[in-house]
């Protein structure tokens, strides 16, 4: 009985934790609001982001979180260092994804 009641509260925290991390509040969220606070975004782009862009950036994010571990194992034979690595592989994919608003695509990352 125990190890059904782990796994279910297992299961429902990381069904739940995308979730968590669309609704938790951001400073670069809250910065993007007041720069599109001045200028308004055209609902065609608004709309191919949402219906086109962020699809294929989410699953994007999804297949570099797959193989992150992979390339930070390999990344000592080519030289390069592993914080770079993540801010490239993993930070800015996420950020163009999740922080990133609707239909702007001039954004820049953090």
Same mark, same amino acid.
């Given at each position: 009985?125990? %190890?059904? +009641?782990?796994?279910f509260?297992? $299961?429902?925290?990381?069904?739940? $934790? @995308?979730? $968590?991390?669309l #609704? +938790?509040?951001?400073?670069?969220?809250? =910065?993007? =609001?007041? =720069?599109?606070?001045?200028?308004?975004?055209? @609902?065609?782009l608004?709309? !191919? &982001? #949402? !219906? /086109?862009?962020?699809?294929?950036? #989410?699953?994007?994010?999804?297949? $570099?979180? /797959?193989?992150?571990?992979?390339?930070? !194992?390999? &990344?000592? #034979? *080519?030289?390069?260092?592993?914080? %770079?690595?993540?801010?490239?592989?993993?930070? %800015?994919?996420?950020?163009?994804? *999740?922080?990133? @608003?609707?239909?702007?695509? &001039?954004? %820049?990352?953090?």
């Amino acid at each position: 009985m125990k %190890k059904a +009641a782990v796994a279910f509260f297992l $299961a429902a925290s990381l069904a739940l $934790a @995308p979730a $968590a991390t669309l #609704l +938790a509040p951001s400073p670069a969220h809250a =910065q993007a =609001q007041a =720069q599109m606070s001045s200028k308004e975004v055209d @609902p065609a782009l608004w709309i !191919l &982001d #949402l !219906l /086109i862009v962020r699809p294929v950036s #989410l699953l994007i994010v999804a297949g $570099a979180v /797959i193989t992150y571990p992979v390339a930070l !194992l390999l &990344d000592p #034979l *080519f030289g390069n260092d592993s914080t %770079k690595l993540k801010r490239d592989w993993l930070t %800015k994919n996420f950020d163009f994804t *999740f922080d990133r @608003p609707m239909g702007n695509f &001039d954004w %820049k990352p953090r």
